[in-house]
């Protein structure tokens, strides 16, 4: 806690679930989450203390929660044991897992409807998460392309997405 603490600072952002905006357009991430998951997905409100800003979601004040099943990290992790064991110590305390900035995710939709959700940054907030078998993580979308997801990974970047 003490470790990320002086990077937070107050906000109070809305919060969603990812659940009600699929929902509307692409519903078959919802269908395939059990039930479980899907009660994860209510809509909540929520005081959240943290630094959630970044060059790509700087303009987004919307929060969702993401089932980790969904998200695809191709470049491996390069991790610093201490700063994920910091963050699991803050994720498993309720009063401090709001001070968690959210992970920034690529959206992107394929040409056929699939949703696709790529992370590239938070690579210790997703491992805490991931260690501490939450089905679940904040997050914020941006929008994009193809062509983004190229500027990040050059030729292995896939042709296609259905």
Same mark, same amino acid.
């Given at each position: 806690?003490?470790?990320?603490?002086?990077?937070?600072?107050?906000?109070?952002?809305?919060?969603?679930?990812?659940?009600?905006?699929?929902?509307? @357009?692409?519903?078959?991430?919802? $269908?395939?989450?059990?039930?479980? @998951?899907? $009660?994860?997905?209510?809509?909540?409100?929520?005081?959240?203390?943290?630094?959630?800003?970044?060059?790509?979601?700087?303009?987004?004040?919307?929060?969702?929660?993401?089932?980790?099943? !969904?998200?695809?990290?191709?470049?491996?992790? !390069?991790?610093?044991? $201490?700063?994920? $064991?910091?963050?699991?110590?803050?994720?498993? @305390?309720?009063?401090?897992?709001?001070?968690?900035?959210?992970?920034?995710?690529?959206?992107?939709?394929?040409?056929?409807?699939?949703?696709?959700?790529?992370?590239?940054?938070?690579?210790?907030?997703?491992?805490?998460?991931?260690?501490?078998?939450?089905?679940?993580?904040?997050?914020?979308?941006?929008?994009?392309?193809?062509?983004?997801?190229?500027?990040?990974?050059?030729?292995?970047?896939?042709?296609?997405?259905?």
């Amino acid at each position: 806690m003490e470790f990320i603490s002086h990077f937070l600072r107050a906000t109070s952002r809305r919060t969603t679930a990812l659940g009600p905006i699929l929902q509307r @357009n692409r519903s078959e991430i919802i $269908q395939k989450q059990s039930l479980t @998951n899907r $009660q994860a997905f209510g809509r909540y409100r929520s005081s959240c203390s943290t630094m959630d800003t970044t060059v790509h979601s700087a303009g987004i004040d919307e929060t969702h929660l993401v089932p980790m099943s !969904v998200i695809q990290r191709p470049i491996p992790s !390069v991790l610093d044991e $201490q700063k994920v $064991q910091s963050l699991m110590e803050t994720i498993k @305390n309720e009063t401090s897992e709001e001070e968690v900035p959210p992970i920034d995710l690529l959206w992107i939709s394929g040409s056929e409807g699939g949703d696709y959700y790529f992370s590239f940054g938070g690579c210790h907030r997703f491992e805490a998460y991931k260690r501490l078998q939450r089905p679940t993580i904040k997050a914020k979308l941006v929008k994009s392309t193809l062509g983004d997801l190229y500027h990040y990974m050059g030729s292995s970047a896939p042709k296609y997405l259905a």
